[in-house]
């Protein structure tokens, strides 16, 4: 005779985790969401190195900047989810015969391991040299600069907002200094009020500017993405098309 089920068979079991010695609530907490996590599992699944990897895929999705061909920049790249996409993405590998090649470069503090069809540098982006080393690395300017950077957490919210602000505004201005016309700029944000400067800046250096949080970023997180599209270029570029 068979056995009765409790029911739950098809419902995935949610793990729960037991506070240890040491260890604080908010680190039990973030492991016991991070086990119960549908895209740290997909990510695991799939070869990807973060669950932050299809935060980039669906910005993509949604607005095409990843195309055959494009040449690409990551800045703060590790731990490079977003090059893994992003070299799928362009055909960095030439694996799609009969379309453009891709170019991604990913720059980081830090060492990162390496990513097949990515070139990967430390750098630091706000030396003041950056911009020339990367375009030479590219051996040209680039289509895309995306940035899915944090600063450090401080613990005070309105203290987090304003460094990322500031972290994605010098992001921006560096992807000035990079990018072809016409080129796209992806950062990430917290939603916060100061904000509003970069909004300001990016609309007099892009045609299109939009905010978006794609499903992948959590409810309970105050990110959104700014996808700038369509750069009219550096001042001097401009003025002299006015000519």
Not at 89 to 113: C, F, M, T
Request: proline share 3%; net charge positive; glycine share 10%.
């Amino acid at each position: 005779m068979d056995k009765k089920t409790s029911g739950r068979g098809a419902r995935a079991l949610r793990v729960k985790v037991k506070s240890a010695r040491g260890r604080k609530l908010s680190s039990t907490l973030w492991l016991q969401r991070q086990l119960n996590d549908p895209y740290v599992k997909r990510a695991q699944a799939d070869g990807y190195r973060g669950r932050a990897a299809y935060k980039i895929l669906e910005l993509d999705e949604k607005y095409r900047f990843l195309v055959p061909g494009a040449r690409v920049v990551d800045l703060g790249c590790a731990p490079g989810g977003w090059c893994q996409v992003a070299v799928a993405r362009v055909n960095a590998l030439g694996e799609r015969k009969s379309k453009a090649v891709g170019r991604v470069l990913g720059v980081d503090l830090q060492e990162v391991e390496p990513i097949s069809g990515a070139e990967i540098h430390v750098l630091d982006f706000l030396e003041d040299d950056a911009d020339d080393k990367v375009k030479a690395w590219l051996g040209g300017n680039a289509d895309v600069v995306m940035s899915d950077m944090a600063a450090s957490s401080s613990g005070h919210k309105q203290t987090d907002h304003l460094r990322i602000v500031a972290l994605c505004e010098a992001a921006a201005y560096f992807a000035f200094d990079v990018l072809e016309p016409g080129g796209t700029f992806v950062a990430k944000v917290l939603a916060g009020g100061a904000e509003g400067s970069l909004q300001l800046l990016l609309k007099k250096q892009f045609k299109t500017v939009v905010n978006v949080k794609p499903p992948a970023s959590r409810a309970d997180s105050s990110e959104k993405f700014v996808v700038a599209r369509g750069f009219k270029g550096r001042e001097e570029d401009q003025e002299h098309d006015d000519d």
